[in-house]
């Protein structure tokens, strides 16, 4: 054990300087477990953070993993989990009580952002075969660039990051060594957390390996027949591996894609325009330290989130100009961002980026590779800081000078005056820096803890510039004892009878999931498209594409769904006896009940729905399914 501690210093140093990064910024901001606000937000708020809830309730209880009604209207539970909650970090939510549960999410993201740093800086000492302190500072950067403040909430997106360099890693082993497992392994377990992150992680190793391998490639050599076969030997490793990794997931696959054939995401037309609005310049921008972050398709500008700090700018310039650095490296890393920049601009690779997707939202959801990339060739440059002359490092510094001056006298929207300030700040700081790095070789040892102290800052600056967290978690509880006591009760009174029950408010789109009980309201990219279209067009608000709400529908609706329970406040006393009362709200019992609908008329399959005319549609489905006309007519 002290041997693996010894030998991973570093690395566990990263790990220990990233969390305590995150649990400052956490205190500063008010942040549970250390004060009134939670990480929820958007997605996060409406469908990971319930539906992680809803896993734990199902876990400690003893319900059943394979189907639940707490949203959809009955869902398999794999559609959700494989989509939502597969990552193997989720266990750590068990170790959280349910009224701690939203400190325990807190939790899972400091652990994620904490072992991303840590495995990058173990995939570059690999990489460079070396220990570097500075690998540190470009650790913390890859771990909390804009991608992670950006999309922090998007919990299982974040082990995209975190796995990303060990499955390049194992890319290199495989070329390097014909090693195979650390792949396999690697980029099954991303696929199995992530299916859409693991699909990007697949072009981008195939990408990565064809580059890598002809950058390792001796052309020389190519003629003799024993290299020739080694050669071949390892693009067949490569394949074979891809292959196994197919065979190792498709336990899942085959079903999530079956899963996937019936939603909204599939339907996509191949895009013939440009559907973001950004510009060259905004890309460039995107590049600062304390850049506004993209989240939503409705921001300012739709640049993607490619910030890992000024500095990852610098180091940029400087493995361009570094004449010791290898001219193939240049063009290969150079290459791999190339392609990926291309996809920014190309709606069309785009496209096939996000598997056949124009996103709702969240506009390049795979610009964590960019980043990636970026921080591999800012590694090149740490590698070979020592051999570039001074002068080289003063023109860049110039260069970047004058494109932050370029950017004031041209006031540009996306750029305030305390972010061009800032910028100027810290690049002149790494500047200096530098230039006692390389004139007194006896600060060296402070120098790497300086880094790592000025990167930790920045990047804390840079979470709280962007983070803008208000959902108090009181507010998100302030029902929870009443509802879980109402549906406790609920519980014992029916027994086994199946019965739906909702709210005429809600907390979350998925409350069934978050308070346990069997619902209507649901959102989830997994919701089957045609309901949502039934629902929408049987009176409940929605998308038409993945979500819906109820609020107090007709006795009609209630019927056909056997909704016998409504939480709320409620005016129709003909339709509903009120059956317990509280502080915040009253319980109501519907009058009429049908339970579970086995056998209805085969005319049923006759009803064709009526755009926007909920009450027309169930009539008809009244009259069709039981023959009673007139469903509506209150005098009769």
Request: a positive charge; glycine letters at 4%; proline letters at 2%.
């Amino acid at each position: 054990m002290k041997k693996i501690l010894k030998n991973n210093k570093e690395t566990i140093l990263t790990l220990i300087v990233a969390f305590i990064t995150i649990n400052v910024v956490f205190i500063i901001n008010n942040i549970t477990p250390y004060g009134t606000f939670t990480t929820l937000q958007i997605d996060f708020y409406h469908q990971y953070g319930p539906m992680l809830k809803e896993l734990w309730y199902r876990i400690f209880n003893g319900k059943s993993l394979l189907y639940s009604f707490s949203m959809s209207m009955g869902l398999p539970i794999y559609r959700n989990f494989f989509n939502y909650l597969s990552s193997p970090l989720n266990i750590l939510i068990l170790l959280f009580s349910e009224k701690t549960i939203l400190a325990g999410l807190s939790f899972i993201i400091m652990i994620r952002v904490s072992i991303t740093a840590a495995i990058f800086n173990y995939f570059l000492e690999k990489k460079f075969n070396k220990k570097n302190k500075l690998f540190i500072s470009l650790s913390l950067l890859y771990a909390f660039s804009n991608y992670f403040v950006a999309y922090y909430w998007n919990i299982m997106w974040m082990d995209c990051m975190a796995l990303l360099p060990l499955i390049v890693l194992g890319i290199e082993n495989i070329v390097n060594k014909n090693e195979y497992l650390l792949y396999i392994f690697s980029l099954s377990i991303m696929i199995i957390s992530s299916y859409f992150m693991g699909y990007m992680c697949c072009l981008y190793s195939v990408i990565y390996f064809i580059c890598y391998f002809i950058y390792k490639l001796d052309f020389k050599s190519l003629k003799k027949k024993k290299y020739l076969k080694e050669v071949s030997k390892k693009v067949l490793i490569f394949t074979i591996s891809s292959i196994a990794v197919g065979l190792l997931i498709s336990f899942f696959g085959i079903s999530l894609l079956k899963g996937l054939s019936t939603t909204s995401a599939t339907n996509d037309a191949w895009p013939s325009s440009q559907y973001y609005n950004f510009t060259f310049i905004d890309y460039i921008v995107g590049h600062l330290s304390a850049i506004k972050t993209t989240v939503l398709k409705t921001d300012v500008s739709n640049e993607p989130n490619v910030s890992c700090g000024i500095i990852a700018v610098a180091l940029l310039l400087l493995f361009i100009f570094n004449n010791k650095i290898k001219l193939k490296t240049k063009i290969t890393y150079m290459i791999i961002l190339g392609i990926i920049t291309t996809a920014f601009f190309i709606p069309q690779l785009d496209f096939i980026f996000h598997a056949l997707h124009v996103p709702n939202d969240l506009p390049y959801r795979y610009s964590y590779l960019y980043s990636f990339t970026l921080m591999i060739i800012a590694a090149y440059s740490i590698e070979n800081i020592k051999q570039i002359k001074p002068m080289i490092v003063i023109v860049v510094y110039t260069l970047i000078m004058i494109l932050l001056l370029t950017f004031k006298i041209y006031d540009l929207e996306v750029l305030d005056s305390d972010t061009l300030l800032t910028n100027v700040i810290l690049i002149t700081v790494y500047f200096i820096l530098y230039l006692i790095y390389f004139y007194d070789r006896k600060t060296i040892k402070y120098i790497y803890y300086g880094l790592i102290l000025i990167v930790s800052i920045e990047m804390g600056y840079n979470i709280n510039y962007n983070w803008n967290l208000l959902d108090n978690k009181n507010e998100f509880y302030s029902h929870y004892d009443e509802i879980k006591d109402t549906v406790n009760k609920l519980d014992k009174e029916e027994k086994n009878n199946f019965y739906r029950l909702e709210k005429t408010f809600s907390t979350t789109l998925n409350d069934g999931s978050w308070y346990n009980y069997n619902g209507v309201s649901t959102f989830s990219s997994m919701e089957y498209e045609r309901m949502a279209i039934l629902q929408h067009n049987l009176g409940t608000g929605g998308n038409l594409i993945n979500s819906y709400e109820y609020f107090l529908n007709t006795p009609i609706y209630n019927l056909m769904f056997d909704i016998k329970y409504i939480l709320g406040y409620n005016y129709d006393i003909d339709n509903y006896t009120e059956i317990y009362q509280n502080d915040k709200f009253n319980t109501y019992k519907f009058n009429y009940k049908t339970n579970l609908l086995y056998g209805v008329n085969k005319e049923i399959k006759d009803i064709e729905l009526i755009q926007n005319n909920p009450m027309l549609n169930q009539y008809n489905f009244i009259k069709y399914t039981t023959g009673v006309d007139d469903v509506f007519n209150t005098s009769k």
